[in-house]
């Protein structure tokens, strides 16, 4: 965490948590070998639905995490030294991230689902943002880094609220939203040197009008691409929005259950770090003795 005193977005000196170094865990996940099953076509615990809204995040992913690589580092020059190394490493764990999910979506790909409507979507809305000023990728980026950390929590902290089958895709789900929670701030404190020379209202102004906007069309388009990918499985009309519905504001609820703290985007002063969720990152790390076991040192929140 590196906070630049006196700007929006800083907390008062003192109350800052011991946020987790950034740590680059190069691994791999469901790399096809010679003798292994394919992959299940319904790998979430064979619901089609959580299915779907996982498999469109992921074809999301490569895209948009360069868009944030190329938002942060068009900032990068002049900011303090230990910014500019959690830089390094938010790029080094985005590149692999970006790696594993272009891994992971040709295997959704082999599973049988076209992905042309979904990609199209993404193309179009990331190119929407290209068109803008670089200033307006990086508040672009941090909006969408508070979408990642707040998916990442709520997955790291509900362990089996989402996913309870144990294979390599819910490994590398688990695997990017610990270094989503590592890295969170890492955009924020850029977008804060970056504007340092702004007034609290105009640095305030324009991030909540970016994170209104991305909201609108994050939420548009990843319902269109999870109800695409339900159509492909036979799952159309009022019942695949039902279901989709369901599965976002009823159970397990994801959407209901993050609300709260996407709304904590909108304080003045807020900081990614405010919650402190370090704990998450830990339980990962930390040697598991039985199943479940580093998960649950992590209180529900
Ligand atoms: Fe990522
Ligand atoms: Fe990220």
Sequence with gaps: ????????????????????????RDRRFGRARHGHAPAA?????????????LNGLSVTFPEGETLFIDAVK?????????????????????????????????????????LTAVEARLHSLIGQVREQPPIVWLGVTVALEHFTALFAHE?????????????????LWRWHSVEEIEHKAVAFDTWNHATRGWSRWR???????????????????????ALDLMAQDGITGWR???RLGWYLLGRPGM???????????????????????SALVRGY????????????????T
């Design 203 to 225: 640095r305030w102004s324009l991030r909540s009008a970016l994170m209104l906007r991305v909201t609108r069309n994050f939420m548009r388009s990843a319902n269109a691409d």
């Design 1 to 24: 965490m590196n906070r630049i005193n006196g700007l929006e977005g800083t907390s008062p000196v003192g109350k800052q948590p011991a946020t987790p170094p950034i740590q680059v």
């Design 41 to 53: 076509r319904w790998w979430a615990d064979g619901d089609p639905v959580g299915t779907a809204w």
């Design 240 to 242: 695949a929005k039902a």
């Design 74 to 114: 068009a900032f990068r020059d002049g900011v303090p030294p230990r910014l500019a190394a959690e830089i390094r490493d938010f790029v080094k764990q985005e590149v692999n991230h970006t790696r594993e999910h272009l891994a992971f979506n040709r295997a959704v790909a082999d599973a049988g689902y076209d």
């Design 255 to 277: 959407l209901r259950r993050l609300l709260p703290a996407w709304a904590s985007f909108f304080l003045p002063g807020f900081h990614p770090w405010d919650r402190d969720d």
């Design 155 to 171: 997955f790291l902290a509900q362990p089996g609220r989402y996913i309870t089958g144990e294979n390599e895709q819910a490994e």
């Design 285 to 300: 790390d930390a040697p598991r003795t039985r199943k479940g076991q580093a998960a649950a040192l992590i209180p529900a």
